[in-house]
Structures are given as C-alpha cells and as structure tokens.
C-alpha cells in the first residue's frame, strides 16, 4: 500500500483550505512503520545532529524519527515550553 492510501480527506478541517487527516496514518501499524520508515529512507545520506519537529505533527513523526539516531527538540509557540528557549519570527 502506498502512503497516500492511508490519508483521509475532510475538506477545510480544522480550518478552510485543509484537507488531509494523518490520523489514519496514525491508526494503522502498517501505515505508521510506512510514514516513519519512508522519512527515515529520505534522511539516509542527510547528515543531521537532531531531528526538530514543529507541533504537533512534527512531534508525532519526528520522535519515531529521531528515536534510532538523533534526539528529538520540539518548536512550540511562544511561552508553550517552560525552559530557555530560543525564538524566531517566520512568516
């Protein structure tokens, strides 16, 4: 099966212009070792020191990610985490 075929569409949920539920992904052993085995096989010849996962996507795949060979730091909005932090503005 194919990645694809374990996202479900519920157009503009939780707000207007997006589609794409992963809870599927989520609920689905085969569908989760997928998603986690197919970042990883992207990151094979990347060399990082850490995986960064912004909430709260991010945290959910990017801690199976990190789990092997990396330690996971999650980005948050402002005043979310409660240590020294580092801040930076995007749009």
Known sequence: ??????VRS???FPEPGIIQD???ILQDADGLHLAVDSIRNMLKDVD???????ESRG????VPVAYA?????????????????????YA
Request: proline residues 9%; aromatic residues 12%; hydrophobic residues 35%.
């Open 22 to 24: 992963v809870t599927t």
């Open 48 to 54: 990082y020191d850490v995986v960064v996962g912004p």
């Open 69 to 89: 060979d990396q330690g996971f730091v999650p980005v948050r909005k402002k005043g979310k985490l409660p240590c020294e932090t580092v801040s930076v503005k």
């Open 10 to 12: 519920i157009p503009d």
């Open 1 to 6: 099966k194919k990645l694809e075929e374990y």
């Open 59 to 62: 945290f959910i795949f990017g």
